[in-house]
């Protein structure tokens, strides 16, 4: 098992402490930060950067002589330097922020234990502003290049679609479900921002045609043993029987998957080059980690193992300051629908050591913009290009959050995403 869930050494420590910086502020201060107040807490930020060293985070050292960090790194050492050394960042700091979120939703004042549950919430209207800068730096200027941008999917949960695309010099774009298509020349200042602003009205938990039972199409469709990162092998279809062993129910059998999944792994970030893409379930119960990606896997995973429909979905929780990037599963229960499975309720739950969150977000989940649903709606980056090695960063700007993918060699940017609630109003 990994320590950390990442390989760590020289090669990965490529951030600045400046970004390093950065990362624990939208960790533990992002109130603090929208509210113009950085200099107040940046020292705070710096002092428990210091600790997490003393405890046993490692750095390198540039060539001037400053510390370099691996992001990946960093982010698993807050939890578990809480769980295993019982530092008090996570709980502190991260967990009270991370719960607020589900508060506000409700507009009520946050509390340690849990709000009302997402179903409850009303639906609400919302304007999201994405933007994409993509580095061109390794593509000959005026040569042509097709880049793409994630689209909202309308469906029970997302209504009432509009969607505004952003002027883009000399771009030609193009639009199919789920994804915005750019065809343009690549300049000489060796990047482009793509963009555009979304209207909807959102409501908590997509469960489709509940009274609708699914065709045998999709059944197959969703029942299939390979499928990208769900990998039904031999190991996992007797993993999944004795989960579900005195289990009569679908509901019943994806309740144990759940359960094994919040007590077994921790959530965390991992390294996809580090991943065997074979057998990512043995790989990650070896390990002992995965990330929102890989965990919804695994639960979609053990529910086809046994013959229950499932699938990934990803796009955009809708968090007032932060919205943020996000994958989890749904399984299909009959007379009932598609019903969502977010191992976000791991980090709510601080790793399952506060019960009361931890089937938070599990049958539902809070306002999110859908942008995928595997395999048939898909996206991307377009052509652009991922190195062996990525770094990933992420910082509080202009309203919203940008998360960012670097060569970890280079450090050359290879597309970052800037995505801001614009407008909230409850219906």
Known sequence: MQRLGVAVGPRRRRASEADAIDLLLLQGWQPDLVAARRDEVEPQARAVLERFIELGLGF?????GGRL????ELTNFIQWSHTELGDTFWPERCLPLARRVFWLEHELEPLSVPPPRPSELAPRRFRVRLRRQFGLADREPGASVRLRLPLPIESAAVSELAIAIEPAPAARITTAPARLDAKVLAPATGSVELGYVASFIARPTDTGAAAAALGPDERRLYTHPREGLIKVTPEAETLARDLAASAHDSWSRIERFWRFVMTRLRIGVINYEELDAANPLAWALENGWCD??????????????VGIPARLVSGYALDRDTPYFHYWAEAWIDCR???PLDTLSWSLSRGGRD???TDYLFGEVNY????????????????????????????????????GYYNADTGSLIYADHVAVLESEVL
């Open 69 to 72: 960090f691996d992001p990946s």
């Open 337 to 339: 629908g598609w019903a």
């Open 60 to 64: 390198e050292r540039a060539a001037g």
């Open 355 to 357: 019960p009361e969150w």
């Open 368 to 403: 999110r913009m859908l942008t995928e649903r595997l395999p048939r709606l898909f996206n991307g980056a377009g052509a652009v290009r991922f190195p062996a090695t990525v770094m990933r960063l992420g910082r509080i700007r202009d309203g919203g959050l940008e998360q």
């Open 292 to 305: 929102c990606q890989l965990g919804a896997a695994l639960l979609a995973t053990l529910c086809r193992a």
